[in-house]
């Protein structure tokens, strides 16, 4: 159905919930709720009033850190990405210091919209060969049933796929554990990966998201993102939203060198990224991601 017919007049959200679950009983099967996100300019602008930018830097990669959930509404127009930089410069003391990492990622998001404006259709195509040893030929075509339930037995995993159900959002750090999970533990090519995204998540955007995914499986950067279970503990302490379950992180528990030799056994020696990429601003580069 196009969003085009769907009914849009409610007398409350009950109602709307009811409407949705009637038009859509296939979802039912994934464990589909209607998100807690609010949709339209007021509840955007609610929101705004909310964001912490001098924590931002500081906490941003942490599942609980001073993130702002203002990507729906950036991504469907009810906030702009200027009014939200403005903001976030007025409330902040020493702006150039404190607001500069959360500017910074709003200019990501615009880099990506840029790039995408360049090369359109073309964005699900790989932009550059995979550099992890493996050719596209190599990875699967679809996602498998299990990592579409959310029964891969990888407890994180299964997590933030419930959650990418349920609520329609995901931390970015988050994001990033999952297309690596699907694309480097389990040889998934990452278009599967970011049309499953466009269909769940309410920012779904797909410049932001192709990229993202091109980014994590090194067709739009110079080596594969992947992490490993010191680095998921870290930065979400041990809690993925609605579990502490560790069952399944075993394939994550390994130094990055021979997790590395694992997933990547074909990839050159001399290839091998350093876990402390050097600031040089090269192109493609994210060196924060690997903090
Ligand atoms: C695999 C993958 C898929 C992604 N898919 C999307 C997508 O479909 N739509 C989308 O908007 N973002 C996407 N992102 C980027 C990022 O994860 C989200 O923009 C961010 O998590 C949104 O949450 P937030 O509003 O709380 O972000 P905050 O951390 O509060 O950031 C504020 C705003 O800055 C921008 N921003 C923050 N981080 C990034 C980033 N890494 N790249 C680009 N812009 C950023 C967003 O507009 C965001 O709303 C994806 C990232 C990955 C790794």
């Given at each position: 159905m196009s969003s085009k017919n769907l009914r849009r007049d409610f007398k409350n959200r009950a109602d709307l919930i009811r409407y949705l679950q009637l038009t859509f009983p296939d979802e039912a099967h994934r464990d589909a709720n209607i998100s807690p996100m609010r949709g339209g300019r007021e509840a955007g602008l609610a929101l705004l009033k909310t964001i912490d930018p001098s924590d931002y830097g500081k906490s941003?990669?942490?599942?609980?850190?001073?993130?702002?959930?203002?990507s729906p509404y950036i991504r469907h127009g009810a906030l702009t990405l200027t009014e939200v930089r403005d903001h976030a410069l007025d409330i902040t003391n020493k702006p150039q210091f404190e607001a500069n990492k959360f500017v910074f990622e709003l200019a990501y998001r615009d880099y990506f919209q840029h790039v995408y404006a360049k090369e359109g259709v073309s964005i699900w195509d790989d932009l550059e060969p995979y550099k992890?040893?493996?050719?596209?030929?190599?990875?699967?075509d679809n996602l498998p049933n299990d990592v579409l339930t959310a029964q891969t037995g990888v407890a994180a995993m299964d997590a933030f796929i419930r959650e990418l159900y349920q609520t329609g959002y995901l931390h970015n750090h988050a994001r990033m554990w999952l297309a690596a999970y699907v694309v480097h533990w389990r040889r998934i090519k990452w278009q599967a990966g970011a049309r499953w995204f466009l269909q769940h998540l309410l920012d779904g955007d797909p410049a932001s998201n192709n990229l993202s995914w091109q980014w994590v499986a090194s067709t739009f950067s110079q080596k594969p993102y992947f992490f490993n279970l010191t680095n998921l503990q870290k930065f979400s302490h041990g809690h993925y939203y609605d579990t502490t379950s560790n069952v399944g992180h075993e394939i994550f528990d390994l130094p990055y060198e021979v997790l590395e030799k694992q997933l990547f056994p074909h990839k050159p020696q001399n290839d091998r990224p350093t876990r402390k990429p050097k600031k040089s601003g090269k192109r493609r580069q994210r060196p924060h991601h690997y903090e």
């Amino acid at each position: 159905m196009s969003s085009k017919n769907l009914r849009r007049d409610f007398k409350n959200r009950a109602d709307l919930i009811r409407y949705l679950q009637l038009t859509f009983p296939d979802e039912a099967h994934r464990d589909a709720n209607i998100s807690p996100m609010r949709g339209g300019r007021e509840a955007g602008l609610a929101l705004l009033k909310t964001i912490d930018p001098s924590d931002y830097g500081k906490s941003r990669n942490h599942l609980d850190g001073a993130v702002t959930k203002l990507s729906p509404y950036i991504r469907h127009g009810a906030l702009t990405l200027t009014e939200v930089r403005d903001h976030a410069l007025d409330i902040t003391n020493k702006p150039q210091f404190e607001a500069n990492k959360f500017v910074f990622e709003l200019a990501y998001r615009d880099y990506f919209q840029h790039v995408y404006a360049k090369e359109g259709v073309s964005i699900w195509d790989d932009l550059e060969p995979y550099k992890t040893g493996f050719v596209a030929n190599d990875y699967a075509d679809n996602l498998p049933n299990d990592v579409l339930t959310a029964q891969t037995g990888v407890a994180a995993m299964d997590a933030f796929i419930r959650e990418l159900y349920q609520t329609g959002y995901l931390h970015n750090h988050a994001r990033m554990w999952l297309a690596a999970y699907v694309v480097h533990w389990r040889r998934i090519k990452w278009q599967a990966g970011a049309r499953w995204f466009l269909q769940h998540l309410l920012d779904g955007d797909p410049a932001s998201n192709n990229l993202s995914w091109q980014w994590v499986a090194s067709t739009f950067s110079q080596k594969p993102y992947f992490f490993n279970l010191t680095n998921l503990q870290k930065f979400s302490h041990g809690h993925y939203y609605d579990t502490t379950s560790n069952v399944g992180h075993e394939i994550f528990d390994l130094p990055y060198e021979v997790l590395e030799k694992q997933l990547f056994p074909h990839k050159p020696q001399n290839d091998r990224p350093t876990r402390k990429p050097k600031k040089s601003g090269k192109r493609r580069q994210r060196p924060h991601h690997y903090e």
